[in-house]
C-alpha cells in the first residue's frame, strides 16, 4: 500500500474568505480543506481577535444561529443588527398533579398509558434531566438526524395537556429545548418505557 502527500498541502490551515460585524461580535466564513483536498466552509463567532466558538450556521443572507453553550440558543440579524439569545428554562413536573401519562410508538401506530411507578420514574427523570441542545426545527420533527421522534408522550394533568417528544434517552418540550433523560446515554431509554408497560 502506497501513501501520497502533497507538499503544499496544510490540513489545519482554513482562509478567511467574508465576515459580517453585529455589536461587539464578528461572524467569520472561512474556507478549509478536507481531507482529500476539496474545501468545505465554516463559521465561528469572535470578539475582537478571540474565537468564542463554531458550529454557526447560516441561515439565510441576513440570519445566522449559534449554540453559544449547552443552555444558550443564539440568532443574528445581520441586517437588521439584532441579536435574540434564547435561554432554556425547564418547567418541572410535579407527580401529584399528574392524572395519566400517555406513550405512543411512531413505529408501531400504538398507544399506551404509562403505570404510577412508570410516571414517577419519568418525573424524577425529567427533574433531573440536563440539558444538551435547542433544535430550531419544528417541534416533532427536532431530530432531524432521525426520524422525527420514536415517541410521543402526552402528560395529562389537571385539565391540562403537556406533550414531549422522546428518541433514545433525549427528550424535546415544547420549548425546543433537548434534554439527557439518562446519565449513562442508555439507547433503550424510551424503549423501556414501551416494553416494560
Excluded at 398533579?97 to 413505529?107: G, H, R
Excluded at 426545527?137 to 408522550?153: E, G, N
Excluded at 418540550?173 to 442508555?186: I, P
Aim: glycine share 4%; hydrophobic share 30%.
Amino acid at each position: 500500500m502506497t501513501f501520497f502527500e502533497s507538499c503544499n498541502y496544510d490540513s489545519g490551515k482554513c482562509e478567511q474568505i467574508q465576515e459580517w460585524g453585529i455589536h461587539n461580535y464578528r461572524i467569520v466564513k472561512s474556507e478549509c480543506p478536507d481531507l482529500v483536498l476539496a474545501t468545505y466552509f465554516s463559521y465561528s463567532v469572535h470578539v475582537g481577535d478571540i474565537e468564542k466558538g463554531g458550529g454557526v450556521e447560516q441561515v439565510d443572507s441576513c440570519k445566522f444561529t449559534w449554540q453559544q453553550n449547552n443552555e444558550s440558543f443564539v440568532t443574528f440579524d445581520v441586517c437588521d443588527n439584532i441579536i435574540h439569545e434564547l435561554k432554556c428554562y425547564k418547567i418541572p413536573l410535579n407527580p401529584k398533579s399528574i392524572d395519566s401519562v400517555t406513550i405512543y410508538s411512531d413505529e408501531l401506530y400504538q398507544t399506551k398509558l404509562l403505570t404510577r411507578t412508570q410516571i414517577e420514574n419519568l418525573v424524577k427523570d425529567w427533574n433531573n434531566s440536563k440539558v444538551r441542545d435547542y433544535s430550531d426545527k419544528p417541534f416533532d420533527s427536532a431530530f432531524s438526524f432521525f426520524p422525527a421522534y420514536q415517541y410521543k408522550l402526552i402528560v395529562f394533568s389537571q385539565g391540562n395537556t403537556r406533550p414531549f417528544y422522546g428518541y433514545n434517552y433525549l427528550i424535546l418540550d415544547s420549548s425546543n429545548w433537548r434534554y439527557e433523560m439518562s446519565k449513562s446515554g442508555d439507547l433503550d431509554y424510551f424503549h423501556n418505557y414501551w416494553k416494560h408497560n
